[in-house]
């Protein structure tokens, strides 16, 4: 599985609907995406690479901080222990 | 051999209508924003003395008068329910005695699920005992949800939904899928008021006898053993997707439902939805969309329709049926 930041963020605005996406703004603070977006690309993601086992964890954010580069960069670790 | 047909059904809601506007303002939200969230326009609530088995004595008379049976006609009652009258006895029991129903009564509990465990249910009891089956659905959660709980609160909806099951020569059910993954019992769960946790004072006070919902297992989940159900009883019943006429899906949130349909290849102009009036009825939405969907037109003699539900546990089940039955030129 390699799949760059710039990649991730095409598939969430292509999911999502949203444009532009910065990744280093709060999950909290991008109006256009909501957690059933999150998960509906989640959903396409798994089905294409079972073998990652990548689950909602990815997307915590329990302190409200969690950015898309942060779960970027927690779905390359999983891809990584995972291979 | 005697085989199962369906040959009555009707519903009923609560007249309370609880518009997003009023949830808005209750949860300090935006009204646009809940629509977006799920689709859900209103949702009906009971009022006081309205309850899980009054709804459902109303909707099991509907499907009775439009079988033209009455209750002594009827060998079993099954009612599908995950938000029960009591603890004990079993809704059905109250059921029963309303409407006065001659045969046996038991409950089945698979949340959303309920009523195609129920449909199964009574699929294979048709098999021994092919007499006439009354089938509810019927759920208040609007009375198990968390007040205070924004995430349920908009999405939750009472009523109750039933059909008539009649034994007859043309065979309805061409494939069936059950199945349950009891590793997610969290992802919706009342944790206090079983034997797990008992009824207590400080539970109560903690609010864990209102049911919580990890929304995101919930959509991951419903969708991923929603597809995968749909999938099975596909082939199971030898039909391709192109060919159903009609799906009606469990009316749980018009996001997750469209997940499905595109995953799952679903056209979805043939997906019923009526889950922007209802909200989330749980076990009765699936019987309240088969009942309008009928009343609309929308199932014509012969078309091959598909109920599919998932729901807490989680727990999934779907059929493929004839309506109508199979004969000589739908084959």
């Known amino acids: 599985m390699t799949l760059t930041l710039s990649e991730f963020l095409a598939q969430i605005e292509a999911v999502s609907g949203a444009t532009d996406v910065d990744p280093d703004a709060a999950l909290v603070e991008i109006s256009d995406i909501d957690s059933m977006d999150m998960m509906e690309w989640l959903y396409s993601f798994q089905s294409e690479h079972p073998e990652v086992g990548a689950d909602p964890d990815i997307f915590e954010n329990e302190d409200g901080s969690t950015t898309l580069r942060i779960v970027h960069d927690r779905l390359v670790k999983v891809a990584a222990a995972a291979a | ?331």
């Open chain 2, 1 to 331: 051999m005697q085989h199962m047909q369906i040959t009555g059904w009707g519903k009923a809601v609560p007249d309370r209508v609880v518009t997003n506007a009023e949830l808005a303002e209750k949860f300090d939200i935006d009204e646009e924003w809940i629509e977006s969230r799920c689709g859900i326009r209103e949702r009906r609530w009971v009022r006081d003395g309205e309850t899980t088995a009054s709804l459902a004595v109303d909707a099991g008379r509907a499907a009775l008068e439009h079988a033209g049976l009455t209750a002594d006609d009827i060998a079993h009652l099954v009612v599908a329910t995950a938000t029960p009258e009591q603890p004990s006895p079993a809704t059905s029991a109250f059921v029963q005695h309303e409407l006065g129903v001659a045969g046996s009564a038991h409950d089945v509990n698979a949340e959303c699920s309920g009523f195609m465990y129920g449909l199964v249910h009574a699929y294979a009891l048709m098999r021994v005992d092919p007499r006439p089956i009354l089938l509810i659905g019927t759920d208040t959660h609007s009375l198990t949800a968390n007040p205070e709980d924004r995430d349920l609160g908009i999405l939750v909806g009472d009523g109750a939904g039933a059909v008539v099951l009649t034994p007859g020569e043309s065979d309805w059910v061409l494939g069936w899928d059950l199945g349950a993954e009891g590793r997610w019992t969290s992802s919706l769960q009342a944790v206090c008021g079983g034997s797990r946790m008992p009824p207590s004072k400080e539970a109560i006070d903690e609010g864990l006898h209102y049911a919580k919902i990890n929304g995101n297992e919930i959509y991951l989940n419903a969708v991923r053993l929603s597809v995968a159900t749909a999938r099975r009883t596909l082939d199971n019943a030898g039909v391709e997707v192109e060919d159903l006429a009609l799906v009606i899906p469990h009316q749980a949130n018009i996001r997750i439902i469209n997940s499905i349909a595109s995953h799952a290849g679903l056209d979805p102009d043939r997906v019923f939805t009526n889950l922007e009036r209802y909200g989330n009825t749980a076990s009765a939405s699936i019987p309240i969309a088969l009942d309008e969907a009928v009343g609309e037109g929308r199932i014509q003699q012969g078309d091959l329709i598909m109920l599919m539900g998932f729901g807490a546990g989680m727990t999934w089940g779907s059929m493929v049926l004839r309506w109508g039955g199979e004969s000589k030129e739908a084959a």
